[in-house]
């Protein structure tokens, strides 16, 4: 039977035992993972060798003034200090994009490199500066090895939305292990598109089809491109990643990442989440972004999180935005558990450069590694690393790692909460509800499978707040601060209120968090936390994450999975041949016991990306879209819905529309356009359904006449 937790010795024991027993694992499950995002050039220089190498010579600056040169760091560097990482309780890493990026100086006297790895020349090999001349994989798979080593896994920055400059440097040009493909300015094949810069960034076409900060916007319905790119992130599995944060989802090809994605998955389980920025659930693409998540097997960065994050801990908001942000943002993805969340990161200013009080850093910091969602820690936050030039904003938000100290109150608290997320359920798989709240206090409880967490904090920095009428999950007992005072947290007590327990009324000192925790309670019946991807076609291999125990049983619908590993979180098993649909995913243990159930679409086949164009369409005002729908799930099955039809497509040529969309090789599909008018009014076209059938591999297209 679970107890209270008491005694920080016994579950001090508790914790090493699990981490020496349960290794990182390598499948697309990341809930129970802390990431931690590296920027590779400023983390350390591990070979002074490759500071300076031939082929792009003259990019490196000595002295670490020029914030757009080469400073040495590399992976070499990182692979040095894995203990240092590893000693945080940390069980992933981010490290800048790896891929051979343009060899140029655009800086003129002054130097201007591709340090931050998002202007790529070849997608197979590695940057000189990170590896070495011969732009071998030798120094990526060493590192590779020495984190898995460690129990850490390893996430790559893949850019697939653009190569390098449009306007300068190399041009745009783009390389296969090599082997020049083509560049911007001679782009007879259509490798590129060709559009000015990103002037409205809510505009669904330009977002997608223009140019990103003058860098060569990659046309990724051309079947080069889509081939390379897909091929590119399969060079990196061969090399045994285990998860991509994909650059600028936004505003690569929506349509063309489903099959992105799913060609990921295709190849091996790797956890896969992108970057679109929309900073608050009121940004006009929100809507955009969590049916992309919910639809594609994406997960997203958490922008309107940390948003929320900054305001309330760095500017003195509410903590009512955090929880209204919470609340909402529940409502709207399928898996918010799986979003990536943060405080601080490369493209924006770190906590310090706003607010230099370190209590805040400190709070905000037990908020993120508590809170819902897969948690990422920037390099250097945990030794209140900040440069405050113009702001502290790019590039000054990436300045040199400072030192390794493992003694700072971050580094303490990481490895403290880092250690929570793998020893009790309630953190990486449980639901989370306001508890306790004012202006400067936010009480909140996770819980799942019998596993609860109470978090208390109290940001002021000079008044205490006496807390009466807090209700818990946690059972009748005394339950002592787990982070051991460091925040300066303290005891209390629960008394037994069937189910909903009052807590004794005590007093919350000023800048303190203080964490209580119930379990881990063993499993006696499965509990099904999720399962990821949460589509895919028969025979791609998914993880499920939850609580289990003994010889369980996988179905989709009705139908058993094949399973391929099992542990106490964590199963794996192979889609079953089943036909395409959506589907509730279970676990059944050996005494009959079923549990709750997670939402799945399994896919027809492996996708393509297809582009749809529709001539001469019915007339809209503004606020109305035309949509496509079909018989397939991959079409919405003929859905009519917003959420559920496929779109809105796009019509920068009215009145004909187009969209890439992501369709299942080899089906001969069946399809329509609907108009959905901005009251929800859907107008279908006339006429007999259009007929498809999609290539087995590549791209496709289909170009048609609205039926009147």
């Known amino acids: 039977m679970p107890k209270p937790f008491m005694s920080k010795f016994a579950t001090f024991l508790t914790i090493v035992a699990l981490t020496l027993v349960q290794p990182a694992s390598r499948a697309a499950d990341f809930k129970r993972d802390v990431i931690y995002q590296i920027v590779t050039d400023r983390f350390f220089d591990g070979d002074v060798t490759n500071n300076n190498p031939p082929q792009s010579s003259g990019l490196f600056d000595s002295t670490k003034t020029n914030f757009q040169a080469y400073w040495g760091g590399d992976l070499v560097g990182i692979q040095q200090k894995i203990s240092y990482i590893a000693g945080m309780g940390v069980t992933a890493i981010w490290i800048s994009p790896p891929v051979d990026d343009e060899n140029v100086n655009v800086g003129g006297a002054a130097i201007g490199a591709p340090y931050h790895g998002y202007q790529g020349r070849d997608f197979k090999r590695i940057e000189e500066h990170f590896g070495d001349a011969t732009n071998s994989f030798t120094a990526f798979d060493n590192l590779i090895t020495a984190a898995h080593n460690n129990g850490i896994k390893v996430i790559v920055d893949f850019a697939p939305n653009h190569s390098n400059n449009n306007n300068n440097g ?21 490798y590129f598109h060709h559009n000015p810069n990103i002037s409205d960034f809510n505009d669904r076409y330009q977002v997608q089809y223009y140019t990103l900060s003058n860098l060569a916007d990659f046309n990724q319905e051309n079947p080069t491109v889509d081939a390379y790119l897909k091929a590119a992130a399969q060079v990196f599995q061969q090399h045994h990643v285990d998860g991509f944060r994909v650059d600028a989802i936004k505003h690569a090809t929506w349509g063309w990442l489903y099959s992105f994605v799913n060609s990921i998955y295709t190849n091996a389980n790797t956890f896969t989440f992108g970057e679109w920025i929309a900073d608050t659930t009121s940004d006009p693409l929100y809507h955009d972004l969590y049916k992309f998540a919910n639809r594609s097997g994406f997960s997203a960065l958490d922008f309107p999180l940390y948003h929320a994050i900054d305001d309330v801990f760095a500017y003195d908001n509410s903590f009512s935005e955090i929880d209204g942000v919470l609340s909402q943002e529940a409502s709207n993805f399928q898996q918010a558990n799986d979003l990536v969340t943060f405080i601080d990161n490369h493209d924006r200013q770190r906590f310090l450069s706003i607010n230099k009080n370190q209590n805040r850093l400190h709070e905000a910091l037990a908020f993120l590694l508590t809170c819902r969602g897969v948690p990422v820690i920037y390099y250097g936050t945990e030794q209140y690393l900040h440069n405050d030039t113009n702001g502290g904003n790019d590039p000054f938000n990436r300045p040199m790692m400072s030192g390794y100290d493992t003694t700072t109150t971050a580094y303490k608290l990481i490895s403290k909460l880092t250690a929570l997320r793998k020893s009790n359920a309630a953190i990486p798989y449980g639901t989370i ?30 008044s205490a707040t006496p807390i009466g009428g807090l209700l818990t999950a946690l059972p009748a007992g005394n339950y002592t601060d787990y982070l051991g005072g460091l925040l300066g947290g303290s005891s209390i007590t629960v ?44 025979g791609v291999q ?46 059944t243990d050996s005494k009959g016991h079923v549990s709750n159930s997670v939402p799945f679409t399994v896919l027809a086949a492996k996708l393509i990306p297809v582009t749809f164009t529709v001539n001469n369409a019915t ?62 009014t859907v107008t279908w076209e006339s006429g007999s359904n259009h007929s498809y059938t999609v290539p087995t591999s590549g791209t496709g297209s289909v170009n048609v006449n609205w039926q009147n």
């Open 495 to 538: 008394t037994n209120g069937g189910g909903n327990n009052p807590v004794n009324n005590f007093t919350l000192p000023a800048h303190t968090v203080a964490v209580w925790l119930y379990g881990p309670a063993a499993a006696t019946t499965p509990a099904l936390a999720s399962v990821g991807p949460d589509v895919a076609q028969p």
């Open 170 to 190: 190399e041009f745009g040009a783009f390389y296969d292990n090599g082997s020049l493909v083509g560049n911007y300015t001679t782009d007879t094949n259509g």
């Open 433 to 462: 509800g306001q508890r306790w709240i004012n202006n400067d206090v936010y009480i909140y409880e996770r819980a799942f499978a019998g596993s609860v967490v109470l978090v208390a904090i109290n940001k002021n920095d000079s």
């Open 619 to 680: 007339p809209t005002a503004w606020g109305d879209y035309i949509f496509l729908t079909g018989n397939t799930v991959e079409l919405g099955n003929w859905n009519t819905t917003w959420d559920g039809a496929v779109g809105p497509m796009l019509t920068p040529n009215y009145p004909s529309w187009f969209l890439n969309v992501s369709v299942p090789a080899g089906q001969t599909i069946q399809f329509k356009f609907i108009k959905i008018a901005a009251n929800g």
């Open 542 to 587: 998914v993880t499920l994450a939850g609580s289990f125990a003994g010889m369980n049983t996988v179905k989709f619908g009705t139908t058993a999975a094949a399973l391929v590993s099992s542990s106490t979180n964590q199963i794996v098993v192979t889609v079953p041949s089943i036909s395409n649909g959506n589907y509730n995913v279970t676990v």
